[in-house]
């Protein structure tokens, strides 16, 4: 059985447009799926159906089964909300594209991060305030960072800190909406590489969504293509580039070796 | 910056503090009884009657500091009572289903849209004119005020991405309202209760001009200013001191109001300090100022 079954998930905005369509796809508990689209296909409201928690006025159809260890089995499409709220976090949990906004601007990132390890862990006082710091520390953060404003931080920092925010909730499915995308180049790679790491070390399943194929291919070898709200295309990263039989993905790919070619006559 | 906004708030202290100053003094120790017309019509400033007397022969420095006391009494009652009534109307709509909300809306704006001074009126035939009546009267006009900006704030709050994230990760909605939605709206509801103190004072002050507001013995500066009107060129100081009063007061409490925008709001405190980059403004415009409790009687109902 899996961790997470998607199928037929059709979102319809609230004047009748279909925003996904019939999109379907698993992730076995401990997998790994990375989720490929252009900006506006729809991946981002992907990862909020899952969470049953589509923005206000969207219809919701099709079937999103979380089924993690521990927990119950539920049906999250329909679902009541406090049967989604126990679930929320330990099943699954999202770090989004842009952690200044991820973020609440008025809390200091310690107090932040206390919030989902009181939950999930029972902690108080000072032990609590050694587990902020532990886990800031596993991001590789310094200390002064839990007494910081959002603001007050990088942007890389801000993603290593929500990053810490969701794994702090032990989901058994992390689903990382394009971590990386708001980031420098140079941040980019140490992030993904730190999320991969820690991802890996908890052998927590990723859903990992991203406009940009390179980046997908350094976490995740099976991938869903997303266009326009349809799953044009799935399966194997590498026979989907070898033989991408969608024009768009055909698309995808060329874009990603010109740019690739391009990086290799800069480097002669 | 963050050195200059503090000043600003340590001169609306100051500036406000000598009106509370003078206010509490008035509670113990007047020079003269308010209602005491021994004085003489129109005395000049001197012994015993530091700043002379009025028409009727009353101390105009003891019908100053009564005046201090009605006039903090009529902002911080009026703020009280509409930011109480305002707040609650404003998060009920705020948080809730979209009819409920729509209702609440409608009636907020036929409120807002009906004249403060024709409720003042209506208020005072029903009951009388009184301080009392003043304030239900200016509290009421702003508590529609008060609920059309905080409906706006926790709509704008819910729709960020940190209430979205917050709840991914299995935070129970109570508890986001606490933790995040009422502490990213109340720096701006603060700082906009500040505003409309000030305008409730111009506002009793303005009733009160009319007859609308605190009957005698007690003196409003309002009054005083409508008194001292005809002899303003004879007697000049008894339409000076409640005027300059009043200006004090005002001026005071809209530099409090200024200075507690950025020191409730870190991420305007550290702006300019060096911070690693430019937020722009995650807690939303912290500068819509108070729309104006409109009593100026020269524009009429
Ligand atoms: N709150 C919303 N209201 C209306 N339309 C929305 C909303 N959020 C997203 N959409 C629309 O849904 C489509 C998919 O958006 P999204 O999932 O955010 O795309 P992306 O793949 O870039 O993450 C877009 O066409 C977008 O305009
Ligand atoms: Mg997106």
Known sequence: MSLLEVSALTVKAPDGRALLSEVSFEVEAGARLGLIGESGSGKSLTALAIMGLPPAGMTVSGSVVLDAPGLPRTQVVGAPERALNGLRGRAATV???????????????????????????????????????????????????AGAYPHEISGGQRQRAAIAMALACEPALLIADEPTTALDVTVQAEVLALLDGLVSARRMALLFISHDLAVVARVTDRVVVLK????????????????????YTRDLVSSARRLDSALDWGAR | ??????????????LAGVIVAVAVVSLFWTPFSPDDTSGGRLAPPGPPHLLGTDKLGR???????????????????????????????????????????????????????????????????????SLGSAILAIGLAMSSIVARLTRVLVKRVLAQDYITASRTSGTSWPRVVAEHVLPNIWPTLLVNLALQL???????????????????????????????????????????APGVLLVVLVVGVNLIADGLRDVADPTRRARGSGSAVDPGSPAMGLDQGGSAVDLDPRRGP
């Open chain 1, 95 to 145: 770090v989004f594209q842009e952690p200044l906004t991820a973020l609440d601007p008025l809390a200091k990132v310690g107090r932040q991060l206390a919030e989902p390890l009181r939950r999930t862990r029972g902690l108080r006082g000072s032990p609590l305030r050694a587990a902020v710091l532990a886990a800031l520390e596993e991001v590789r953060l310094p200390e002064r960072v």
């Open chain 1, 228 to 247: 326009e709200g349809l799953a044009v295309e799935s399966g194997n990263l590498l026979d989907i580039v070898g033989e991408p039989r969608h024009p």
């Open chain 2, 1 to 14: 910056m963050s050195r200059r906004r503090s000043a600003t708030l340590a001169v609306g202290c100051v």
């Open chain 2, 59 to 129: 101390d105009l420095l003891t019908q100053l500091m009564i005046g201090a006391r009605v006039a903090l009494t009529a902002g911080i009652g009026s703020v009280a009572l509409g930011g109480v009534i305002g707040v609650a109307a404003g998060l009920l709509a705020g948080f809730a289903v979209r009819w409920l909300d729509d209702t609440i809306s409608a009636l907020l704006d036929i409120l807002i849209a009906f004249p403060t001074l024709l409720l003042a009126m209506l208020v005072v035939a029903a009951r009388e004119a």
């Open chain 2, 198 to 240: 000030g305008l409730a004072v111009l506002a009793e002050a303005s009733l009160s001009y009319l007859g609308l507001g605190t009957p005698p013995p007690n003196a409003s500066w309002g009054r005083m200013l409508q008194e001292a009107q005809a002899t303003v060129l004879t007697a000049p100081a008894g339409a000076i």
